[in-house]
């Protein structure tokens, strides 16, 4: 069973707050990800990080941010939420030499 | 532009019989092949993958067929229980890409 967890699994929040998705993993995976999903929709990745003090933008552009500054920990940013922003936030992670990705539970926001 | 296909959104199977999700990709680059399982208000979970030198792959009850020529992946389920219902994703990577792209899912419906 893959250990990564995220919190908050649900958030309903107004808009112009800035929130932080929290993202943690203890499998010691160098890879980790944030995908992006909405309802009846493919996964899209927004954000990837190779290792601490690495990140790179996905394929989906978006507003926020993330930061590794510990192996352990991948957290993303929204500096101004927007209704737009609603949708399901799944976070991964994987070794380096692995195949598949582990995800969390993932974080449902609502933006109203 | 869809690179990894699943035209079926839903399918319904009775338990016991054969379930088959199939998966059509156009990047001729993909060389990784993964399938997911997710169920409502879960992150998805991992369940089989193939790799391009191969053809198929099994694990248990699921089958992994990739037919490199047609650009077709299918998952055979069998003998199908119902616990097996949640939406089924089909996902694809390129050698030495991280970027990891997913279909828009089938949602499989096991009928006691």
């Known amino acids: 069973e893959a250990d990564i967890y995220q919190t908050p699994r649900y958030l309903v929040i107004g808009t112009g707050k800035k929130i932080t998705l929290e993202c943690s993993q203890t499998?010691?995976?160098?890879?980790m990800y944030w995908y992006q999903q909405d309802p009846g929709m493919e996964l899209h990745l927004i954000h990837y990080s190779y290792g601490v003090n690495s990140t790179e933008k996905g394929d989906l552009s978006s507003e926020s941010t993330v930061s590794r500054i510990r192996t352990e920990h991948f957290p993303l940013t929204l500096e101004s939420a927007r209704p737009s922003h609603t949708s399901q936030y799944l976070c991964?992670?994987?070794?380096?030499?692995?195949?598949?990705?582990?995800f969390g539970q993932g974080t449902r926001l609502t933006v109203v | 532009d869809q690179q990894v296909k699943q035209n079926s959104p839903s399918l319904s199977v009775q338990e016991g019989r054969i379930s088959i999700l199939n998966c059509d990709y156009t990047?001729?680059?993909?060389?990784?092949f993964l399938w997911y399982k997710k169920y409502p208000a879960e992150g998805p979970t991992f369940l089989i993958s193939?790799?391009?030198?191969?053809d198929k792959n099994e694990d248990g009850r699921f089958t992994v067929f990739l037919n490199k020529s047609a650009k077709h992946l299918s998952l055979h389920i069998v003998p199908s229980q119902p616990g097996d219902s949640a939406v089924y994703f089909c996902a694809a990577r390129p050698f030495g890409n991280e970027k990891l792209t997913f279909g828009t899912g089938t949602r499989l419906t096991i009928i006691p």
């Open positions: 499998m010691g995976h160098d890879k």
């Open positions: 193939i790799s391009s030198i191969k």
């Open positions: 990047n001729s680059m993909f060389d990784y």
């Open positions: 991964a992670s994987r070794t380096g030499g692995g195949t598949e990705a582990f």
